[in-house]
């Protein structure tokens, strides 16, 4: 048992936090919503009314699309670019997919290698690619969510102001939808651009995402 959860730490701490942080986001999401439900002199909705709204449901996935975009990114554009210095970039000459020898596919997989890292055509194109894809896929599909459940939002509180409701097609180039989308982008973009300047000359001593303490600040691609 404690080798499994020292084993596992890390996944464990972060699905526990997550856990705690969308119940608190439910609890405060309900009251804020009952506050605006008694000010317009509507009747307060239950817990459960609203962690199954389209209110909850928008607030939800516009982070989770935000969040699996950057990852999906931050995983491709550290293919190709790079960054002297940080330990999030490859070494400088190594840009680009890399040679089978170096990734250890096909002829070059060892006896622990994944099955589909010793196969080879689509099985070994599909494998090599399933971090991001899967990454893109979850972005692709917690933007629908957000265009969907963000549109039903909006249609209500505009059927509450007596004004026309949108289709889902003017919900998708209206200003709710992109503001929506773009105040969740910048704050990851900026997150992820600080850590990798950050950690050109800034150190966490023990941490896999920073570089040794001791590393001179030109190093790059090195982990502590």
Not at 58 to 86: C, M, P, R
Not at 117 to 129: D, E, Q, Y
Not at 209 to 220: L, R, Y
Request: net charge negative.
């Amino acid at each position: 048992m404690k080798t499994a959860l020292r084993n596992n730490g890390l996944s464990l701490f972060f699905g526990l936090i997550f856990i705690l942080a969308l119940a608190g986001q439910a609890i405060t999401g309900q009251a804020v919503f009952n506050e605006g439900q008694l000010t317009a002199g509507l009747d307060e909705i239950s817990f459960t009314q609203y962690i199954t709204s389209s209110s909850f449901a928008v607030d939800v996935s516009e982070n989770w699309q935000s969040e699996y975009l950057q990852f999906l990114l931050y995983i491709t554009a550290t293919i190709w670019l790079l960054q002297k210095g940080s330990p999030e970039s490859k070494e400088l000459d190594k840009p680009g997919l890399e040679s089978d020898e170096e990734q250890l596919v096909g002829e070059h997989a060892n006896a622990k290698s994944p099955a589909w890292a010793k196969a080879k055509g689509w099985r070994l194109t599909a494998f090599s690619n399933s971090l991001a894809g899967t990454m893109g896929l979850i972005f692709i599909l917690s933007w629908l969510v957000q265009s969907i459940a963000g549109h039903i939002a909006l249609n209500e509180e505009q059927l509450r102001n007596f004004q026309e409701p949108l289709s889902w097609a003017e919900y998708l180039v209206s200003p709710d939808f992109w503001n929506r989308t773009l105040q969740n982008w910048q704050s990851e973009f900026l997150a992820v651009g600080s850590m990798v300047v950050l950690s050109i000359y800034l150190r966490q001593r023990g941490s896999p995402e920073s570089k040794p303490v001791g590393s001179a600040h030109d190093d790059t691609g090195t982990t502590g």
